[in-house]
């Protein structure tokens, strides 16, 4: 009960402090502080919350998918494979609806990620850092390609904006798409036990009654609509979804249903502080979350590797 209380209170420091801190001092007599909060503050620390939570969340499911806790949405070319479909959406149809454009985004995530899933039945499992670095060579590949056709068709600022991972656009109206993440974080904790199957291997989870193929397109269709969500929203965000389940099964063991409501917890607390700390150590100016968390996570990705490997399956 006791870390159920400093959760909360965290929670609630880093909401009012996401609250407090802005170029527009809400202090100042002159400002209409109802306006302000209602239309930038909260939605801004809804997004970064929600955010976060999706990609913590979205990470569990991947890495129980391919066996392997080193991978996340951004090293299995996910978010490139995103950022293509948004592309394309755009060249043929730049009018079309925010949702038609997510749903596009959706479908070619689960395409790229389902590509990658068929690349690792190939790679070696004896080492669980190769499955990464294959990945990290699928998604630079996927992202070369969007390059490539951006620059073509003279749309590359676009490439920028889904790759900042900021939430300095964020206000009342263009960011209630996250609430999709929401929803979906529900059926992830009522599928717990079939995600935890999933994560013994094919063979094991067909002998205790899994439809593992149906189980495993499932997962990653809610992984692909909540990295649509978030590109089309806020941008891309590395990191989120290796370090936080990482970090909470060393600390709470790999009880997966007891550890969802921790991991998108701490997911959504990593981001709000990441857009938090971005948001002060230049002031007035900021520092996109998504290259505040690249920094942070690479260092924690890195401790990872270095300081307990063994407890790594692959």
């Not at 002998?207 to 495993?216: A, V």
């Not at 969500?229 to 891309?236: A, F, L, Q, T």
Request: glycine fraction near 10%; proline fraction near 4%.
């Amino acid at each position: 009960m006791q870390y159920r209380l400093y959760a909360a209170l965290t929670l609630a420091l880093l909401v009012g402090a996401s609250c407090l801190i802005g170029v527009a001092d809400i202090f100042a007599g002159d400002l209409d502080r109802q306006m302000v909060m209602l239309v930038s503050r909260l939605p801004r620390t809804f997004a970064a919350l929600l955010a976060g939570a999706g990609l913590a969340l979205a990470g569990v499911v991947v890495q129980m998918s391919v066996q392997n806790r080193l991978v996340e949405p951004s090293l299995v070319g996910t978010p490139e494979s995103a950022m293509l479909g948004l592309l394309i959406v755009t060249l043929i149809a730049p009018g079309a609806a925010l949702m038609i454009k997510m749903s596009v985004a959706a479908a070619t995530a689960l395409v790229g990620t389902l590509g990658f899933l068929w690349l690792a039945r190939h790679v070696p499992r004896r080492d669980p850092v190769l499955l990464p670095l294959v990945g990290l060579i699928y998604g630079g590949i996927i992202g070369a390609a969007v390059l490539w056709l951006a620059w073509t068709t003279d749309l590359v600022q676009y490439i920028g904006v889904w790759q900042s991972g900021e939430f300095s656009g964020v206000l009342q109206g263009r960011y209630e798409l996250l609430w999709i993440v929401a929803a979906i974080a529900a059926l992830v904790w009522f599928a717990a036990d079939r995600i935890t199957m999933l994560g013994l291997g094919e063979d094991a989870a067909r002998s205790l009654g899994l439809d593992y193929r149906q189980t495993l397109l499932a997962g990653l269709i809610l992984v692909s609509i909540i990295v649509a969500v978030v590109v089309v929203s806020v941008g891309s965000i590395p990191f989120v979804g290796l370090v936080v389940p990482n970090i909470v099964s060393r600390w709470r063991g790999d009880n997966l249903r007891r550890n969802l409501p921790l991991v998108a917890w701490l997911g959504g607390c990593m981001v709000l502080g990441c857009d938090i700390i971005g948001r002060v150590i230049r002031f007035p100016y900021e520092i996109p979350a998504g290259t505040v968390f690249a920094v942070i996570g690479a260092g924690i990705f890195l401790w990872l590797l270095h300081a307990a490997p063994r407890q790594f399956h692959g």
